[in-house]
Nanobody, 131 residues
């Protein structure tokens, strides 16, 4: 069983930055998982934001590439999402998630950005960006 707890959301203005964190608790090897950040806005489907495959290689959604940075601290069992240059369209509930396996980042499709590949989810943290 994997337990994930996100933190760091908030309400900010356009152009601001936020840092999200996700603490992972589980009994076996943390780095055997695929890990990722996803978001869901009201009335929209959940989408991948940034996720890493089993080798720790990250992949970003086109909409956040060059603005968001995904990172992991193995020792602290913590996942991070550093978000720069936030826009109103980034407003959503952000979730961290874990999966036993996922498509690699070399996959020509979405790779690890597919929410359906992830079995373990945090409770979510709200990010609101005002114009």
């Amino acid at each position: 069983q994997v337990h994930l707890v996100e933190s760091g959301g908030g309400s900010v203005e356009t152009g601001s930055s936020l840092n999200l964190s996700c603490v992972v608790s589980e009994s076996s090897g943390y780095m055997r998982y695929c890990m990722g950040w996803f978001r869901q806005a009201p009335g929209k489907e959940r989408e991948g934001v940034a996720a890493a495959d089993e080798f720790g290689r990250p992949k970003y959604a086109v909409s956040v590439k060059d603005r968001f940075t995904f990172s992991q601290d193995k020792d602290k069992k913590t996942l991070y999402l550093h978000m720069n240059s936030l826009k109103p369209e980034d407003t959503a509930t952000y979730y961290c998630a874990a999966a036993w396996s996922c498509p690699p980042v070399t996959d020509p499709g979405p790779g690890p950005l597919m929410p359906t590949k992830f079995a373990f989810w945090g409770q979510g943290t709200q990010v609101t960006v005002s114009s």
